[in-house]
């Protein structure tokens, strides 16, 4: 019985501790100049709140972020992001269609954090990014989460290293 509840126990506090935010908190703070030069993106840890979104929605937030991040990130000293969603707003395909547009949102907070100084946070920014829905087409069609994720990863370029990763033109999801 005992072995029992210590399982039950054990169970609980590992369902609990994967819901728990990565974010450690506190208020914004820019990289280090040298570091935005030398950082390259390494890990990628996704949390949020309850959100009205598919089940692959981490799994696709944490590969197009890395993919921008790449990007922007030219150097070779591997730094973790640690990101926590708060909202995510795609518009409705239905809405897309018959107003023939729509913008998908989405908010959060990023921090940088550095592994090999034992996890310390050298960087942590607010981000808010918003894409169009790409006309009716695009708002029928569309991957929307992937065009918010992408959206979100570049405006994580913009706010930590002042750059977009991305040459404007039809390039990607976002076209911007």
């Not at 728990?20 to 100049?33: F, R, Y």
């Not at 150097?75 to 395909?93: C, F, K, Q, S, W």
């Not at 954090?113 to 946070?121: A, E, I, M, Q, T």
Request: hydrophobic fraction near 40%.
């Amino acid at each position: 019985m005992k072995s029992l509840f210590a399982a039950a126990a054990a169970a609980a506090i590992l369902s609990t501790a994967a819901c728990a935010p990565v974010i450690v908190g506190g208020p914004p703070m820019d990289l280090p100049p040298g570091l935005q030069e030398t950082a390259q993106v390494g890990t990628i840890y996704m949390s949020s709140n309850w959100l009205n979104a598919e089940n692959d929605f981490s799994e696709t937030l944490t590969e197009e972020v890395h993919e921008e991040l790449r990007l922007c990130m030219h150097g070779t000293a591997p730094i973790d992001v640690r990101i926590h969603i708060e909202d995510l707003d795609r518009a409705g395909r239905l809405e897309t269609l018959l107003n023939g547009d729509g913008v998908h949102t989405i908010s959060g907070t990023v921090e940088f954090v550095d592994p090999s100084r034992g996890n310390l946070v050298v960087g942590r920014f607010p981000v808010t990014a918003a894409t169009s829905a790409q006309g009716r087409i695009g708002g029928l069609f569309g991957d929307r989460q992937m065009m918010v994720a992408e959206e979100f990863g570049r405006a994580v370029c913009e706010e930590a290293f002042g750059r977009n990763p991305r040459e404007r033109g039809l390039r990607n999801a976002t076209r911007g």
